[in-house]
C-alpha cells in the first residue's frame, strides 16, 4: 500500500470492482421493486455517503434523496449503544416510500432506532438497503431488505467507513492493522 490514504491497512477485504458489481444487482432489484416511482433515499451520514451516491447512480428509475445523521462511535471501535439523531430530514415522510440507505449493520442498535423513529412519523412504507452486514450472533433482530455483503465481525473501514475520521476516501472496504487502531 504505497497511497497515504491506505496507511495502516492491513488487507483489502472487497475490491472497488466486487463492490460496484454487487450495487449493480442491488441497483436492478431496487429498479424492479418501485417500478417506476421514485422512493426517497434516506442516506445515514457520514459512512453511507460514498454507497449512497454510487447507488442512486447505478438505478435507472427517479429519485428523491434526503439525509440523517446519528451518532456514531467517535474514536472507538465498539458502539456505545446510546444513539442520537445529530441532523434531521429535511422532508417529511408521510405517506411516502422510505429507503434507508446505511452503510454497515454491526450491533443493529442503531438501525433499529433510527427505524423506530421513522415509522412514527407514518411513512407509506421503510426499506434497508445496507451495503455490509457483520455476521455478528449478538446482534439485535432488525429489518434489513437487502444486504450488499455479509461480513466477519471485525472493524472495517474505506468506502464511506471511517476510524477515528480518516480511511473514508478508500474505494475499497479493508481491515486495519492492530497498530494503526491503537495509535488512532
Ligand atoms: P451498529 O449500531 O452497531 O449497527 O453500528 C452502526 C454504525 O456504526 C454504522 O452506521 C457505522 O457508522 C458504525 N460502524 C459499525 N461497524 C463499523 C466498522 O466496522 N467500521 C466503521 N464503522 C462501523
Same mark, same amino acid.
Given at each position: 500500500m504505497s497511497e497515504l490514504r491506505a496507511e495502516g491497512v492491513a488487507r483489502v477485504l472487497i475490491d472497488e470492482r466486487s463492490i460496484q458489481g454487487r450495487i449493480g444487482e442491488l441497483a436492478a432489484e431496487l429498479d424492479?421493486?418501485?417500478g417506476g416511482e421514485a422512493p426517497l433515499m434516506v442516506g445515514v451520514l457520514n459512512g453511507a455517503v460514498t454507497f449512497m451516491t454510487d447507488l442512486m447512480r447505478a438505478m435507472t428509475i427517479p429519485v428523491l434523496i434526503d439525509f440523517m445523521a446519528v451518532s456514531s462511535y467517535g474514536a472507538s471501535t465498539q458502539t456505545s449503544g446510546v444513539v442520537?439523531?445529530?441532523k434531521d430530514l429535511n422532508e417529511d415522510i408521510e405517506g411516502k416510500r422510505v429507503l434507508v440507505v446505511e452503510d454497515i449493520v454491526d450491533? /443493529?442498535?442503531t438501525l433499529e432506532y433510527l427505524l423506530d423513529v421513522l415509522r412514527r412519523r407514518? #411513512?407509506?412504507e421503510v426499506c434497508v438497503v445496507a451495503l455490509l452486514k457483520k455476521d455478528k450472533p449478538s446482534a439485535v433482530e432488525v429489518q434489513v431488505d437487502q444486504v450488499g455483503f455479509?461480513? #466477519?465481525?471485525e472493524f472495517v473501514? /474505506?468506502?464511506g467507513l471511517d476510524y477515528a475520521g480518516k480511511y473514508r476516501n478508500l474505494p475499497y472496504v479493508a481491515v486495519l492493522r492492530p497498530e494503526a487502531i491503537q495509535a488512532g
Open positions: 424492479a421493486r418501485y442520537r439523531i445529530l450491533s /443493529g442498535l407514518n #411513512p407509506a455479509t461480513i #466477519p465481525d473501514v /474505506g468506502y
